[in-house]
């Protein structure tokens, strides 16, 4: 089973991007460093076409730091620029560059993404020529947040939620280089599955719009495969369940999600885990590798 969320806004946020791209020297695409290629909007590179662009991966306080270096290196190596005019043409993109921040390291933001924005931009000539920049990416992975960091004040509303921001800003850094602020958009159809099921477990769609028992299965299998040690530190396990659906129903004995009569309220569980994950609770986890790095993606899970 797919999650699919593309509420009506976010047709007329991608048309608003696609009629502001040509006037833009740069793109800043704000990623999710727990999961940089599933939070990737195929839609955006296509938008983007030969622009550069500034891979920021955010909440990478969050994610865990092995992994966010590999993704790093994997941009800036994958996704270089062509070196001439027909690799230039076939490919999908033009230069990228990388950088990892969390929201506190708003200091870091301001000195660094205005400095590879200049970099990458084209050279400006004349009186009044200032660096164009937009800021895009999907719902709830911190592009807000960013824009106050840039900013240094409270200048876009944000949310722990998906969809806070509704329409196109533009603002001025002390520095003049003109930035637009975008909401936050999916693409149509997510056809693959593990994608979805990330995005849902990350916060990228609403609670109200994902099955919690599905998502956190997912993300139960996964945990177990690759970050073990955290679960038995953070639910104090005696022992690591063989399945995840026997590890979302200890976690549900063990904090009282309990139905009448002692059997597990299985959504109160699955609640549990992945509000766990999205606030770092449970540590610094990763929910995908680069690819050619990664890993089987969860265990075996039985009813």
């Known amino acids: ?180 602020d975008n909401p936050g958009i999916l693409w149509p159809k997510i056809d693959d599955e593990a994608a979805s099921f990330r995005l849902g477990v990350g916060g990228a769609i609403p609670d109200t719009a994902i099955d919690y028992q599905s998502v956190a299965l997912f993300a139960a299998g996964y945990f177990l495969r690759r970050y073990p040690e955290l679960l038995v530190a953070r639910y104090k396990l005696k022992e690591l369940p063989e399945t995840a659906a026997a590890l979302i129903e200890e976690i549900g004995r063990r904090r009282g999600c309990l139905r009448s009569g002692g059997s597990v309220d299985l959504h109160k569980a699955s609640d549990i885990l992945v509000h766990d994950f999205r606030a770092g609770r449970l540590g610094r986890i990763s929910l995908e590798e680069p690819p050619g790095l990664e890993s089987p993606s969860g265990i075996e899970e039985s009813a």
């Open 1 to 180: 089973m797919s999650i699919q969320w593309y509420p009506g806004h976010m047709t007329k946020a991608r048309r608003t991007i696609a009629e502001s791209m040509p006037s833009q020297d740069v793109v800043i695409e704000v990623l999710d460093a727990r999961m940089p290629l599933a939070s990737e909007n195929p839609v955006l590179a296509e938008l983007r076409g030969q622009k550069p662009c500034i891979k920021v991966l955010n909440k990478s306080d969050l994610a865990d730091p092995a992994v966010t270096t590999a993704w790093l290196r994997y941009f800036e190596a994958e996704r270089a620029a062509p070196l001439d005019e027909a690799e230039r043409r076939a490919s999908p993109g033009g230069q990228v560059l990388a950088i990892a921040i969390s929201a506190s390291q708003s200091s870091e933001a301001r000195r660094r993404i205005p400095e590879l924005c200049k970099r990458l931009a084209p050279p400006k000539n004349g009186p009044g020529k200032v660096v164009r920049a937009m800021i895009v990416g999907i719902p709830n992975v911190g592009k807000s947040t960013l824009i106050n960091a840039l900013m240094e004040r409270k200048v876009a509303k944000v949310g722990d939620e998906p969809a806070v921001t509704k329409s196109q800003q533009l603002v001025t850094l002390k520095t003049g280089m003109a930035i637009s």
